[in-house]
Structures are given as C-alpha cells and as structure tokens.
C-alpha cells in the first residue's frame, strides 16, 4: 500500500492528497468542494480540539452556540465584512421540497416555500452573534463577555483542497466583547498566543507571531494578528488569526453599554478562529513519503503492538500475554496503544500500514525477542529501531514519545531557520522566492499598492509583521522607498 | 428576579419558556425557529455530550464527520425517508451574493451563481453517509462499521419551542452497518439501552424502552425503539429513538459486501440519536415554580458557596479563607464549585438567583457561623436546609449530591408510577387522558387506521409497545376486535 505513495519531489500537492485519503484522515464526498472527516482524522481533530477547549476555558471563555443561518438584512449590515464573504455564500432560498408531479419518486423544490428574507449559511458567525450581543449587553458590568463556539461554516471556495480549503469546515470561532479598547487589544493577542503555544507544544510547529497587512487583514477588522508557519514545500501557511474588530460590529448592531459613569459607549470586539485546516499544516509540516508523521502529543494512537507469530499456539499465547501486559502499563500511563493481532495480515504489510498512518512508535513480539525477553522499538520519525528490554519498557516509550515531539519541532523549526532569508534588493528577493523559497524578511514601503504590485509580480504576499519587530532603516524592494522594518514575505496556501 | 416567573399551575407551557430563559440555558435568535444556546445551557450540554461519547466508544464506535449538505438526487434516492423529511427541508440554491446595483450597501441573490443541482440542508445524514459507505464497504472484513457524528441538523418546523422543536438543533447521530440481520438488531437494542442508562443514571429520568408502531416509525426504518418519559403536566416525550434500517438504505444507494463464501449481500443497517431536545427535557421533567433544578451529575456547577459578609474587613477575609479551602477539597473531589463573592448583589439575590438556575447545593458562610465552625448547606431539590460543621463537609456534600441525583430520579419515578393506569373501555381512556393525564396502558387492534383515529379523537398517540411486554388477551378499547397485548398512549410533546 505505502508504495504506491507519490513521492514529495515527484509531486509535492499529490503526495499530500495521497496521505489524506491513503492514511484514512478524509475522504471526498458527494458534495462538490465538501470532505468526510473519517474517524481516524476526526480523532486526530478531537485531540486537538479538547487541548484548544481546555485552554480557552483557562482563559476565562465559555463555550455557546449561535445559528448556523444569517438573515440577509444581518449578514449585510457590518458592509466590509458582507463584502468580504458575499462572493462565497451559500443561501437557502426555500423551506420545502415537494414531490415532482412529472417525474414520480423524485422531488423539486416547492415554490410557495420561499422564504421571505434569504438566509445566509454562516461563513463566519459576527453578524449573528453580535445581533444577540446587543440583547444581552447593557451596563459595564455585563462586560467582558467571552464566548467561544464549535461549529461547521461554509465558504464556496472554487478551487478546494482536503483540509487545507473546503466549502465546509469544522473551527472554533471566539467572539468577545469589551468596555475598552486596550482590553480588547490585551485579548486578541492574548488568543493569538494561545495559538502559538498549542501549534509549538502539540502540533510541534514554530510559527511566527505576527500582524497581517491592511491587504490581508480580515474583512471587517482593524487589526488581525496571526501565526504563520512553513510547510516543507517552502511555502506558509496561515494556521490561525485573532482580529481586533474595533468597534465596527459594535456599531454595525448598535451594541452600547452604559459605564461606571453612566455614559453609553459602544462595545468594543475580537474575534479568534482555528480550523480543520490545522491538519493539513501537521500533515505537511512533519510527514514523508512513506506517510503520515504524527506527533505524539495529538496522534489518535501512540503505540501499536505488533506481535510476531509462528505456527506454535504457546509462542502465540505468550505473546499474547507479554502484549497485554505492556499494553496495561502503557495506559496506566495514558499512553494511547494498540494491539495489532489482526490474523489476516502479515507483520511486513501492518508495519507498513502503521508507517503510513504516522503512529509514533511500533513495537513489534518476535518469539527469539521474547525468550531473550526483549522487544524491537521502532520510532516512526526517524525509522531507528531499537532492541529493549522488556523490563522497564514502558517508562522507555514514554521518554520516547517526548523525544519524538521534541525531535518533530527541532526539526520543523531548522528546516524553517534554514529556508528564512533576507533579500536586499529585487532580483535577490525573486531569486529567493523561485529558488530557495520559504520566508523572505525583506523592506516594503508600506503601501497596499505596493504589495499589490510584488503579488501580482511573484505570487508572493506579506504573511506577517512580527511581533515586536526589530527597526531598521531600509528601502522597499519594489519602489526603493524609505522602510523602517522588514516584513516576511512568502507564497502561501 | 425569580418572583417573575410563571407557575407551573398558572401555565405550564409559559413556565417553562420563563425557566429556559431567565434561567439562562437558550434565547431567541434572529433567525425564525432557531435558538442561542447560552453558556449555562451549552455547558449542560458538554455535561451530557461528554457521557454519551464516552459510552458510544465504549460500546465499539468511533466519530466521525460528513457533509452538512445533501444533494438532492442523493436525498431522494430512499423514498420514504426523503419522503419523510421533504416538507421539512432548508435548500440552498445559490452559492454567491452580489451588491444591488439600486440600493448601495444592499446585497442580492446573484442569479449567474445558482447552483446545478439543490442542496437540502441535512435534515439526518443517512442518505450522504450511505453514499459514502458505498465507497467504504467491500468485504464482510470491512464490517461492521460503527461510527458516530455530532452534528448540527435542521429541520423546518412550523411551530417550534426552545430546546423541543427549533429549525435547527445539534444532536448526535450513529450510522452502523453489519454483515447480518441480527447483528444489527442487536445493535439497535444495545443503543437504545445506552440511551436509556444515561436517561436514568444521569438525567435522573426514569424511562419506558419500546418500539414504535408503523405510524411512529422513522422514515425509512423498518423498526424505530426509542425511550419515552413522562413529563410534569403528565404529557410524553419521546427522548431518544434506534433504528433498525433493514437493507433500506443498502438498496436505495447499492451497498454490498462479499461474504465469507464471496456471495454478494446487501449491507444491514441501523442509525440512532438523541439531540438538544434532552435538555428540554431535563428541565420539564425536575424543575419548579423557583427554577431549574439540574441533576447533579450534568449541572455545570454543583455546588456555589455564598458569603454573608458584614462591614468587618477581618471577617470577610476569614470567610474568603473558609471558602477558599473548603473549594479546594470540593474541587480535589471532582466537584464543579463557584465562589459567589461577588459584592454588588445581596446574599438573598444570590439565592433566588441559584435557585432559578438549579445549582444543587448552596452553602452559606456568616460570620456567626464561622465563629461555631458551621456553615448552612441548602439543597435545591427539597429546599431543605441544614447547619453543618465545617469539618468533613466536602465529604458530606459528595455524599448530599448523591442523595439529591437519586432523589430526582426517585420523584421522578414514583410520578410516573402515579401517573400510569390501565384502561379497559373508551369512556375510561378518554377519562384518564383529560383528567388523570400519564401513560395509559391499553389494548389496540394492531392497525394502522385504528391508532389514526384514536389520535384525532383524543390527540393520543401510542408511545411504544413496551420492550418484554406481558401478553395478556383482550380487546381494542376503540374497535373491540381482539389484541394480545397493550400498548402506552399518552399526549405528546
């Protein structure tokens, strides 16, 4: 199976498709642009879902839920943020079908069940949620308010890629309103590193922190800070972004509170999304062309067990019995493993399967192994194998899998330290881009014309203004400007 | 705040609206049908979520995620489930909107982006699910296939209720499928008894588990089991339903498996859920004319702990400490608990507020009290109140939250039990129906066309055909021809 894998130098996009669909993450559906999130994927999104859930409780944010559908007179009311979705919404017009009284068995659509107003399917939750905000916010005291929701929203991408771009996918969207401007400042960076840190920690991905370009900012924000990473094709990936949304929503939905002084103010807004498109960046980050490299710390399993067998029934029960024993003291330590006792299939072709599937660690039973009571370690990253002792090898897999997710970020950040360059002037900074790729800190005059300009040139954009951003004096690549920092630029998905 | 409610007596369809409002769990939404689920109610939510999710993998089935979206062709390919839903379904026709060109700021349907073919908002997943199992069932070693998804639906319901009957609600729906027919039925009765633990266990909801007449049945199914439980105003509510799908759906989308002797079969299919409609009700069947009252096993806080404080800074300190350590055995023990020290409301505030909203136990600290090393516990279910030394008391509360999950399941019970009689003619059924209310246990002649007309004469439908029910002989209380068994009526939510 694995050897039917496109390689990542023969074709970089449909290496990656392979790995989606062959490594059972997702699948295409009937429906044009959407994806089956299959259960090994879904556990894959679970796992990280319940470390952002948890994170976001500890910061002081409540989960709700808000309708999947936006009146059309809502969605339109806050108009950069309308324009900026309109050409990508999907809208129910009708609330019934009806039998086809030409064609028995099939239906059509019932024309006495237009609705009165079209509604929009959600491509992102303001409109909806700050329609409510403004019946539930009155005083100072109703402030802040900090809600998060779970949900599927539908944007109609043209051209779509599994994960990475679908008309539907599964985010988290937080939306939190404020009494003043710094604290809502305070928030939204504070949510973007809260994503920093989970894509560091558990999908061991550097990013960068930054602040987007007025031309990539999302429509309807003041300010939209994000985490930019590097996938090994050399190209960024946006992998999560926190908005200051000023009081634009506020105003849009005559959302005012009164304060300590008994004055009304408008409110003052964020809001902060992730998405399923997280696993496409893990999956392109960490995997290679034998398949998916997971790491520990989000992988569905961590350890799968693969026994061994000859045709003598004892061997096969010891075996047995020394796998139910590991496998007790592996989830007493909430590893999350496996027993791979499958009969129908022979070790060669499972330990493929596995490798495909970028579980962390395999051991594999072999009756020679367990007469010298010992067991064959293999780590998916680096494919060393390793004989051990089966006393104390528990507490060795442990250590192994913080080796493994350390080992996953060392590497993703060298491999991004190595493609990050600076470019001086045009032809080193196309040079770059074609040749080297990756990140190219370089001089930007500041101007959304100009950025206009090198897209159109190089396909490449601004991905961020890091934080805290040393100054230099410079000059814009393009237009030999005066520039006071260099910004990062790169192709992007 | 909590004076303002309705009783229960007064109108019990006006106090429950007053309950799952002013106590916090939904609001209205802008969008007609559909509801805001609040951080309380969402957080109930989780509560059973949670639960549910960890009995559907313990019982062998996995998450997974399929398209929001339904082609219409796909939809109407099982005719009697599309048959089912089609008067009910939200379609969308158009993926794009553009600026109206005669009022700037406005947008409208662009008519250049219809779409080819209908999408109908899935209303229940099966048709896009067996489309897809299609692509995913070769040999009987692909089954069976467990898998589950949590989902948001919509179904557009003329008349809606918060939490009953809203456009759109979020459930959890099982997709199985197997190799036989028994297996699936197994399947069926197994998630039906897992919904019916979790029903009496944890929602403290005694339940009959039975199976649906014809009339009843789910579209498409060829057996519908459910669990039915009994309601304050003495009405039904039907709380969660399994179904065992026969080869309906296999046919209608051509799923078949080679077997061990390599013969072509149809797949066997089952499909199970329960939804938001659960918190409804939780609340209709313990709640009362102060508020909620939450089983605590599912209440998102279980106990809050009020201070009395006076003008002595000393005293408040001390009663900050107290709090302060008794929250940290509460918590050591996997209690949810809040500290309501919030100093702009009074103590009685607070306990009308708690009470509205059904947190189990109430503990206040005064300073006198704390002077005798006391503190008063109240509990929600019963009002009664206690003064209890401070020593031990985390563990008395673990134990008092016991009493209180058993004595709501209890009432509840014994209610039931109340409320249940057995009919032997007409007049006595319709009299038991007006005046006593309940289940009535009756005989029925088994058709179609006599259940038809009990229900337009008395607006009672038959819940179930209890699972394991006695055979007795007798006659149909309506037509007098002979039945071997009865059946449960009730009115119904």
């Known amino acids: 199976m694995s050897n039917a894998l496109t390689t990542r130098s023969q074709d970089y996009a449909q290496w990656y498709n392979d790995l989606i669909l062959k490594g059972g993450l997702a699948d295409y559906s009937a429906v044009r642009g959407c994806m089956v999130i299959k259960p090994y994927g879904y556990g894959l999104w679970e796992n990280m879902r319940d470390v952002l859930d948890r994170r976001f409780k500890e910061t002081g944010h409540q989960n709700a839920y808000f309708p999947l559908f936006v009146p059309k007179s809502l969605f339109e009311a806050e108009e950069k943020n309308a324009e900026g979705f309109a050409k990508e919404c999907a809208v129910v017009t009708h609330y019934r079908l009806k039998n086809d009284p030409s064609h028995p068995g099939k239906l059509i659509i019932d024309p006495n069940a237009k609705l009165e107003e079209e509604l929009v399917v959600r491509p992102t939750s303001e409109a909806i949620i700050w329609s409510t905000y403004k019946n539930w916010i009155q005083s100072y005291r109703d402030l802040p308010l900090l809600i998060n929701q779970w949900a599927n929203v539908v944007r109609w991408e043209m051209r779509t890629r599994l994960f990475l771009r679908t008309a539907e996918f599964l985010w ?26 989970f894509a560091e920690e558990y999908m061991a991905l550097p990013v960068l922190r930054g602040v987007k370009s007025a031309n990539e900012r999302f429509a309807g924000a003041e300010d939209t800070y994000c985490i930019e990473a590097l996938m090994q094709d050399g190209k960024a990936l946006q992998a999560g ?11 849009a939905f005559d959302v005012k509170f009164s304060d300590k002084n008994n004055q009304l103010e408008y ?15 893990l999956v392109m980050a960490h995997s290679d062309d034998e398949g998916l490299v997971l790491p520990p710390k989000l992988a569905p399993l961590q350890v799968v067990i693969v026994p061994i067998y000859n045709k003598d029934e004892s061997v096969r029960q010891r075996l047995d019995e020394t796998a139910d024993s590991l496998m007790k003291e592996l989830r007493s330590k909430g590893i999350r493993v496996q027993y791979d006792n499958d009969d129908s299939t022979r070790p060669g072709w499972k330990f493929a399967e596995h490798e495909l599937r970028g579980v962390p660690v395999r051991v594999a039973l072999g009756p020679r192994d367990l007469e010298n009571k010992l067991a064959e370690v293999a780590r998916r990253d680096t494919k060393e194998k ?8 528990s507490g060795h897999i442990e250590g192994l899998l913080t080796d493994i997710q350390q080992n996953l970020y060392n590497r993703a950040l060298q491999f991004r330290e190595e493609k990050s360059s600076k470019a001086d002037n045009w032809d080193e900074f196309v040079q770059l881009l074609d040749e080297k790729t990756g990140f190219v800190y370089a001089h930007w005059d500041g101007t959304p014309e100009t950025e206009e300009k090198i897209k159109e040139l190089t396909k490449a954009t601004i991905r961020c203004i890091p934080l805290d ?3 230099e004096e410079g000059k814009c690549i393009l237009t030999g400007n005066p520039s006071k920092e260099r910004v990062v630029f790169a192709r992007a998905y």
């Open 267 to 281: 409110v003052w807004a964020t809001s902060w999304g992730v998405s399923t498109r997280l696993i496409g960046a």
């Open 469 to 471: 951003n040393p100054q």
């Open 386 to 393: 390793q004989s051990l002792s089966l006393d104390g090898l």
């Open 241 to 251: 972004t926190s908005h200051f949304l000023g009081q634009n929503f506020a105003k």
């Open 172 to 197: 988290q969207e937080g939306h939190t309103a404020h009494a003043s401007k710094a604290e809502a400042i305070e928030e939204t960076k504070k949510m973007i590193e809260v994503y920093a840190q």
